[in-house]
């Protein structure tokens, strides 16, 4: 059973314009969210992340929204560049975890020129 | 500024054979992870130790895997008579945890030993 899900398997946006990825998890009480890029070959590097008291978290291009009520967050990219092409992890500790990462499976970017 | 390190980066095995992978954490990093990815999955979590103490390991696949991290800096992950379904690739983790008890941190990944078992 997946608590931490990325329903879309990829997603392909043009240069420019704006990338939105989604993450949906199921425990209530996971209090902390990361996004990860991961380029082929390569470990996951951190992005940017988000506490469960905050709604939104903003960093240069990336600004991650949480709706708790929801159980959701998205990860905004904007504007989007080709190197910006990887694929994104969503992932979420607390509730139990004990300070691990749960992660969905991610979604492949592309950003085309 | 040294991130998490891991050696080998990659590793080709015989089925049955013994192999043990190395990670160095970042220097001030009191929390370290071990973590498994197979194709088309999010990283799957295996153990962690906060200092030498290991605080969970009941997530390691079977009792085949072992880690360790004796003096709290780097840490080995061994896994004993190899099988095929254990290719994949191998990461490491560390974070900083201020304070006492479970606290939400950001980890920081290496860049993974792939293993490939004939």
């Known amino acids: 059973d997946q608590q931490v899900k990325q329903n879309s398997p990829s997603l392909s946006v043009q240069e420019g314009r704006i990338s939105i990825l989604n993450c949906d998890y199921t425990n209530s009480m996971f209090d902390y969210f990361l996004w990860y890029k991961k380029y082929p070959a390569e470990g996951p590097t951190f992005l940017i992340s988000i506490s469960s008291i905050k709604d939104k978290n903003e960093d240069g291009r990336f600004t991650v929204f949480l709706n708790k009520s929801a159980k959701h967050l998205s990860l905004h990219i904007v504007p989007s560049q080709p190197g910006d092409s990887a694929v994104y992890f969503c992932a979420a500790s607390g509730g139990g975890s004990q300070g691990n990462l749960i992660f969905g499976k991610g979604t492949k970017l592309s950003v085309k020129p | 500024d040294t991130g998490v390190s891991q050696d080998p980066r990659h590793k080709i095995t015989k089925r049955g054979q013994n192999v043990t992978f190395r990670c160095d954490p970042i220097?001030?990093?009191?929390?370290l992870y071990w973590y498994r990815q197979t194709l088309g999955q999010g990283p799957e979590f295996l153990t962690y130790f906060q200092n030498e103490a290991q605080l969970e390991k009941s997530r390691l696949l079977s009792d085949r895997f072992s880690a360790e991290r004796p003096k709290g800096s780097f840490s080995t992950l061994e896994i004993q008579r190899t099988e095929q379904g254990d290719s994949a690739m191998y990461l490491c983790a560390s974070s900083l945890a201020r304070g006492g008890g479970v606290i939400a941190d950001t980890q920081y990944f290496g860049p993974g030993t792939r293993l490939t078992v004939l």
């Open positions: 220097s001030e990093h009191n929390r």
